[in-house]
């Protein structure tokens, strides 16, 4: 709604002289959306639907009027003011993968995407920069869906398997659905169930609660391509590769009907979520179909894709507004009530207006606004914000790319190079190749500074084991220094770490005072056991007069599956007869605090790799010829 540019075209990429004298780089201004504003600006000019929702000012086309622009919810019956015109941002990723799925998050505030990769991505739905990363899948993941609810998400992969996410993307079940990958999915009215598609040409119907199959739908004669659950009702959609789009009732298993009026394989199907009267259909003959469940049969046929249609997405909003993605990268609005047919193309009636709805052909719709250069390879997926004013594609180019309405008074954005091409819009100049290359140089680099960041904590260092003594590993089952006083170890209060001779001060000296000589350790401040202290405590199963060879203990606890201790040291617990030989006591380690401290209060940080060091080495302007 209403976002901020990212700057004029000079001080893209500009700079200038910093305090030092050195190169400052100067960036543009990230581009925001920001709702917040236009939702205000509604809910203190509201009144009820019946006395016209709205006595504000009217939005007019002039950047004066930018104040009293309205949220999609304030203008119900203004489905042209949604239209997404305006490109606002492209993200993408450090290693770049095709974008498979893109879901905005129940609340809206971040965008996740689903890569080939079987990565799990999240941007920020305000400024849409990089916030995290993770692998959820082994292979690439095909489906993703939130439940009603918003308490789960359900995404399932190319190897047919099907996992649960809760919102903090804990992962608490995996389910072997299918043999085959799984290209679709969705939730029941009530999330009690789900169904799935897959290449093995059957839908499951499985109970989300017990993680089982309860249906399978057998009747498609090839791979199912997808499937969607009606929002209010006990319906079920399925398209094949069959050219078939089927009905079916989920508490049977039983199909309902086939709606026969495509040539090729069906890509998507999709319930309109406003009043759940009308069904979207698109498929690879170039055209997308809408049915009317009430009449069932076809009543709108979408035209003017030059290829494929991939996908289609209903507004959340306006009932009659549909986006449909084709495979050669462009993206089309179609409002349902406008035909808008081009010049030389006749109209047709639509079956409502028909003495004979029955027999009437479908009335052939016209894109009412065009991006015919959206992407350049194929879009997979698109996904409109909750509140219906941003719309998100993922596709084959690796790149996703987020669209909003333009400004009031704002015609440019018509010129540019998403809507003319590049080189139409070079030759218009409203887009400068060296510069945008310059600008996609800037945002890459952004977005790896923005992942860099953002992965900090995941790098970093936690502290190894609970806290006691240094260098000595507890006993299981036994605490040191927390009630209890173990045999032979002494008070139950642990006492000060020993230091590493040579670093600390009057800490470092023996219990007389005496510094050790080099190459020694310091007595320990309790008696040892086994040695001159008390002796060894008993550990369950071990006889003390006949202890086990450390060799034997350690194929016993290989055997039993017990994690076994670093190369030269011992198991937890064990401590060696006196006179033995072959596993070294190690030195005592230097104390690190709970927050990666050493002994002197300066944090540990980890080595730069070489990578880093280049790319610094390449922002202070060194080391940017090929050799």
């Known amino acids: 709604m209403a976002y901020e540019p990212r700057g004029d075209q000079n001080d893209r990429g500009g700079g200038g002289q910093g305090q030092d004298g050195g190169f400052v780089k100067v960036r543009g201004r990230r581009p925001v959306t920001d709702y917040s504003s236009t939702i205000i600006h509604w809910q203190r000019n509201r009144v009820p639907n019946y006395k016209g929702s709205y006595i504000g000012e009217a939005e007019r086309p002039s950047a004066s009027y930018i104040i009293d622009m309205l949220p999609p919810v304030a203008r119900p019956t203004n489905p042209a003011d949604t239209i997404p015109a305006k490109h606002l941002h492209s993200s993408l990723n450090k290693i770049k993968h095709p974008v498979n799925v893109v879901r905005w998050t129940p609340e809206g505030r971040r965008l996740l995407t689903a890569s080939t990769s079987g990565e799990f991505t999240l941007w920020n739905g305000t400024g849409f920069n990089f916030e995290t990363i993770m692998q959820a899948h082994d292979s690439a993941i095909r489906a993703l869906e939130y439940s009603h609810s918003d308490d789960w998400l359900v995404s399932g992969d190319h190897d047919g398997l099907i996992k649960y996410w809760q919102p903090n993307f804990n992962n608490v079940q995996s389910i072997n659905a299918h043999s085959d990958p799984i290209r679709d999915l969705a939730f029941s009215p009530n999330d009690a169930k789900f169904v799935t598609a897959s290449d093995d040409s059957t839908l499951k119907v499985f109970d989300f609660a017990l993680g089982s199959m309860e249906t399978k739908l057998e009747g498609h004669g090839w791979d199912a391509k997808s499937v969607d659950w009606h929002p209010t009702k006990g319906l079920l959609v399925s398209g094949s590769k069959d050219h078939l789009v089927k009905l079916w009732d989920p508490r049977t ?375």
Not at 411 to 434: N, S
């Open 253 to 627: 298993g039983r199909c309902l009907t086939t709606l026969h009026g495509h040539k090729s394989t069906i890509t998507k199907v999709l319930f309109e979520r406003v009043r759940g009267s009308c069904l979207a259909t698109s498929a690879r003959d170039q055209t997308a179909r809408v049915f009317d469940l009430r009449m069932m049969r076809d009543i709108c046929l979408l035209k003017g894709h030059e290829k494929d249609i991939s996908t289609v997405a209903w507004h959340p909003v306006h009932a009659n507004l549909l986006s449909t993605g084709g495979m050669d990268g462009s993206l089309f609005h179609y409002l349902l009530d406008s035909p808008n047919a081009p010049t030389g193309q006749q109209l047709t009636v639509a079956p409502y207006d028909s003495p004979d709805p029955t027999t009437t052909p479908a009335q052939s719709i016209w894109p009412t606004h065009k991006i015919s250069f959206a992407h350049d390879y194929a879009i997979w997926s698109l996904d409109w914000h909750p509140l219906g004013h941003i719309l998100a594609s993922g596709s084959n180019d690796r790149i996703t790319r987020f669209w909003t309405r333009a400004r009031p008074g704002d015609t440019e954005v018509f010129q540019d190079r998403y809507h003319i091409g590049e080189a139409a819009a070079e030759a218009q100049g409203t887009w400068d190749r060296r510069g945008n290359r310059r600008q996609r140089q800037e945002e890459e680099q952004q977005e790896m500074e923005d992942e860099m960041d953002a992965l900090v904590d995941q790098d970093a260092q936690k502290p190894a084991g609970p806290p006691g003594l240094p260098g000595l590993p507890g006993i299981p089952g036994l605490p040191l220094g927390g009630g209890s006083i173990v045999p032979g170890i002494g008070s139950a209060v642990p006492p000060p770490p020993p230091m590493i001779p040579g670093v600390g001060g009057a800490g470092m000296n023996g219990s007389n005072g005496h510094i050790p000589p080099p190459g020694q350790f310091p007595p320990p401040p309790f008696p040892m056991p086994g040695m001159n202290g008390a002796p060894p405590p008993p550990l369950p199963g071990i006889d003390p007069n006949n202890p086990p060879n450390p060799m034997q203990l350690l194929e016993m606890m290989k055997k039993a599956g017990v994690r076994l201790p670093p190369p030269g040291q011992l198991p937890p617990g064990l401590i060696p007869p006196p006179g033995a030989g072959g596993m070294p006591i190690p030195p005592p380690p230097m104390h690190m605090g709970m927050d990666g401290t050493g002994s002197d209060g300066r944090r540990r940080a980890p080595l730069p790799s070489q990578e880093d060091s280049l790319r610094q080495e390449q922002r202070q302007g060194n080391y940017k010829r090929i050799r």
